[in-house]
């Protein structure tokens, strides 16, 4: 099995539970199940939901069977269902991850798979810092480039909506050395990961689930409802 059948293989317990609400944004999609999970939704023209308009009441098994496919809408839906099974774990910690990462930055190759707001604080700690993107922005590196940057990284920061894009699993496979972490919304604590050879987990508890859904289904971004989040990080015993 793969890291995806894991995923679903671990939450079998949650299989029969009801999806009660579903909801595809622009920029971001919503479930909610047991609780609300969210993913960042992609998506392209040719994408078709067949049982659209008819999701609500499905079994959560059914739903998580999207992640399985090569329909980057129906694996948004599907990680955001997955998402939506857990509570805030027992054991966790409140940080904010960038700021850990400058804190473990000095003299270190840093990667971030993702583009995020780096300080130029970390930019100065750290020996380099290279941003892989799907679509670079100035100073960026187009994310083809992975298979040759990451295995000699120190420190690898991979953003959670890869497990949305399909690209999660192979990236992971890339790593040789040093501290992977997956952060951000779309992040599952799922210690699934640690698996996967994933060193850190950033997730998020939706902390106010109906503004949640009603924000992404009105097309709202992480900003519109980044307050109504919980931010937690689960680590490996070892780290």
Same mark, same amino acid.
């Given at each position: 099995m793969g890291l995806y059948e894991d995923l679903i293989e671990s939450v079998k317990t949650y299989h029969n539970e009801v999806v009660?609400?579903?909801? /595809?944004?622009?920029?971001?999609?919503?479930?909610?199940?047991? #609780?609300? #999970?969210i993913s960042l939704t992609y998506s392209n023209i040719y994408d078709e939901v067949e049982d659209a308009g008819n999701l609500v009441g499905k079994s959560v098994k059914e739903l998580l069977q999207y992640m399985l496919t090569f329909n980057l809408t129906k694996v948004s839906i599907g990680v955001a269902t997955f998402n939506s099974l857990f509570?805030? =774990?027992?054991? !966790? +910690?409140? /940080?904010?991850?960038?700021? !850990?990462? +400058?804190?473990?930055? @000095?003299n270190k190759r840093v990667v971030f798979v993702g583009h995020f707001p780096i300080s130029e604080s970390l930019r100065k700690r750290a020996k380099e810092v290279i941003i892989l993107e799907r679509t670079p922005r100035e100073g960026d590196t187009i994310d083809t480039a992975a298979y040759y940057i990451i295995p000699d *990284?120190?420190?690898?920061?991979?953003?959670?909506?890869t497990l949305s894009n399909k690209s999660l699993e192979s990236l992971l496979s890339l790593k040789r050395k040093g501290i992977t972490i997956v952060f951000g %919304?779309?992040? =599952? %604590? &799922? &210690? /699934?990961?640690? @698996? !996967? &050879?994933v060193d850190i987990i950033g997730a998020s508890i939706v902390k106010n =689930?109906?503004?949640?859904? @009603? *924000?992404?289904?009105q097309g709202g971004k992480l900003s519109n409802f980044k307050?109504?989040? +919980? !931010?937690?990080?689960?680590?490996? +015993?070892?780290?």
């Amino acid at each position: 099995m793969g890291l995806y059948e894991d995923l679903i293989e671990s939450v079998k317990t949650y299989h029969n539970e009801v999806v009660k609400d579903v909801r /595809v944004g622009v920029v971001w999609s919503a479930v909610k199940s047991k #609780g609300v #999970g969210i993913s960042l939704t992609y998506s392209n023209i040719y994408d078709e939901v067949e049982d659209a308009g008819n999701l609500v009441g499905k079994s959560v098994k059914e739903l998580l069977q999207y992640m399985l496919t090569f329909n980057l809408t129906k694996v948004s839906i599907g990680v955001a269902t997955f998402n939506s099974l857990f509570d805030k =774990p027992k054991k !966790y +910690e409140n /940080v904010n991850m960038l700021d !850990y990462i +400058e804190s473990i930055a @000095d003299n270190k190759r840093v990667v971030f798979v993702g583009h995020f707001p780096i300080s130029e604080s970390l930019r100065k700690r750290a020996k380099e810092v290279i941003i892989l993107e799907r679509t670079p922005r100035e100073g960026d590196t187009i994310d083809t480039a992975a298979y040759y940057i990451i295995p000699d *990284a120190d420190i690898v920061a991979i953003t959670g909506s890869t497990l949305s894009n399909k690209s999660l699993e192979s990236l992971l496979s890339l790593k040789r050395k040093g501290i992977t972490i997956v952060f951000g %919304p779309s992040t =599952p %604590p &799922s &210690s /699934v990961l640690f @698996d !996967y &050879s994933v060193d850190i987990i950033g997730a998020s508890i939706v902390k106010n =689930p109906q503004f949640v859904l @009603d *924000a992404i289904s009105q097309g709202g971004k992480l900003s519109n409802f980044k307050k109504h989040l +919980e !931010y937690i990080v689960l680590k490996k +015993e070892a780290i």
